[in-house]
């Protein structure tokens, strides 16, 4: 992956979102992020919809998008709880992406693995140094990408997370940047807003890919990549926070 300065949005990817359907934690519609990406002016978005324990929610973006004149690719995924707990006692997560089925949580690293490989999905690991947010750490991101190179199942890291600190993305580009100069086999990296809120969506960062239609195709173009970080003030990111629980609040209430 390559940084750049400048790009043009027409061509960018976000492998890491959220919406409704992902279990009581996100705010986001698909009309809602629709309409975002119509006004960045993101009119061929590569979007992985990743909610947490379930495949559901992509199709409903993809709707929209043809509603509002996009002509965007949605890489159906999930980001899965795992059984396994990271160095703060916290169950770890992954990421899964071209899936048709949904993962079970709390579904074993061994079982994540054996189901992406059966659905010829894509694993990812996410914010892997932010402990409180489910990050599995470095002992266990090192078995996931020994497991999935053993079982022939492409693996990336996130080497940028919106919702990250800058602190811990260095941490994650620089793991991936030993693992490349120590290892033969080469470890791929990914980027994404991890956007619950519908404002979220295009905050901070991007991956600018070249066209693709399938998982083969989808990994010759990220491994190629190019990163794009947007200048943003980080507190931005907080006040996201907030609202996107304020707005599920709101929700929680109004249900009948």
Known sequence: MRPI?????????????????SAKDAS??????????ASLGMRHPYLGITNHNTVEGATEVSEACKRHGLQAIIIPGEEVTLSEKNPEGKRGELISLFLKETIPA?????????????QKGFVIIPHMFEYWRHGVGKEMATEVIRKCYGAGIPVAVEIFNARATNINNLKARQFAEDWNKENTAPLLTTAGSD???????????????????DRDSFLQSLSKSKLLVHECDSKLSFVYRSLNRITRGIRKLNRP
């Open 5 to 21: 300065e400048s790009i043009n949005r027409a061509g960018t990817a976000d492998l890491h979102t959220h919406n409704i359907f």
């Open 28 to 37: 986001a519609t698909p009309e809602q992020i629709a309409t975002r990406l």
């Open 106 to 118: 709390k579904s074993s690293i061994d079982e994540v693995i054996t189901a992406t490989r059966t």
């Open 195 to 213: 956007a619950h809120y519908w404002r979220e969506y295009g905050l901070r960062v991007s991956l600018f890919m070249t066209h693709f239609t």
